[in-house]
């Protein structure tokens, strides 16, 4: 119940194209939902995050879209650049003495040029 | 402003010896994480300060594994007699709150066991 699911392991994306990446979640308790980049030999940094008592929330070129029926939630990188390209992990944290992150698998992005 | 910091950067240590890793978190954050990584996965918690408390170990694999802050600030994850499944890298996370869940990593130390 711990446990955030993410897919797909790996993505190739054209240059221009958009980058898609979903997590699942089980536990309800969750109220926080971050997405992680991390390039190769550096730490995972902050892209974006988003609560439950909202649908979807946009900077820039990354949108995260979020459906609490369904425990779901995804990234979309519009208009994706070979700059892009790194380890994209969603996280789920929730409230109460900690709130550590429970981070999904990892996806490997590609952008070709 | 400066963002967190770790040290060393890298660390080789022979099996059996005892190893400390250093976390500069941003000034002024309050929470404090320890993460592991193995490779090719995500990050997976160690353990959490709320200024100088220790308020989560639950995720420090054995007790070879030790975290402090004596004053708030400064942290020190010391593994002794480090074993070749302590190979990973580990990452501190700071967070200007508490129960923000709003991170930010540091670089990691790499620490390869021979």
């Known amino acids: 119940q711990q446990q955030v699911k993410q897919s797909p392991q790996s993505l190739i994306v054209q240059k221009g194209g958009i980058s898609i990446i979903n997590c699942a979640y089980e536990?309800?308790?969750?109220?926080?939902f971050p997405w992680y980049q991390q390039f190769p030999g550096k730490g995972p940094a902050l892209l974006i995050a988003?609560?439950?008592?909202?649908s979807e929330k946009k900077e820039g070129r990354f949108t995260i879209s979020f459906n609490k029926s369904a425990k779901q939630f995804s990234l979309h990188i519009m208009d994706s650049q070979p700059g892009d390209s790194a380890t994209y992990f969603c996280?789920?944290?929730?409230?109460?003495?900690?709130?550590?992150?429970?981070f999904g698998t990892g996806t490997l992005l590609a952008v070709q040029p | 402003g400066a963002g967190v910091s770790q040290s060393p950067r890298y660390k080789v240590a022979k099996r059996g010896q005892d190893v400390a890793l250093r976390c500069d978190p941003i000034?002024?954050?309050?929470?404090l994480f320890w993460y592991q990584q193995a490779l090719g996965q995500g990050p997976e918690f160690l353990t959490y300060f709320q200024n100088e408390a220790q308020l989560d170990k639950s995720g420090l694999p054995s007790d070879r594994f030790f975290a402090e802050r004596p004053e708030g600030s400064v942290s020190t994850l010391k593994i002794q007699r480090t074993q070749q499944e302590d190979s990973a890298v580990y990452l501190c996370a700071s967070s200007p709150r508490a129960g923000s869940g709003e991170q930010y990593f540091g670089p990691g130390t790499r620490l390869t066991v021979t």
């Open positions: 996280a789920a944290s929730w409230g109460g003495a900690t709130n550590k992150l429970i």
């Open positions: 536990n309800t308790a969750f109220d926080y």
């Open positions: 988003i609560r439950p008592d909202v």
């Open positions: 000034s002024g954050h309050v929470s």
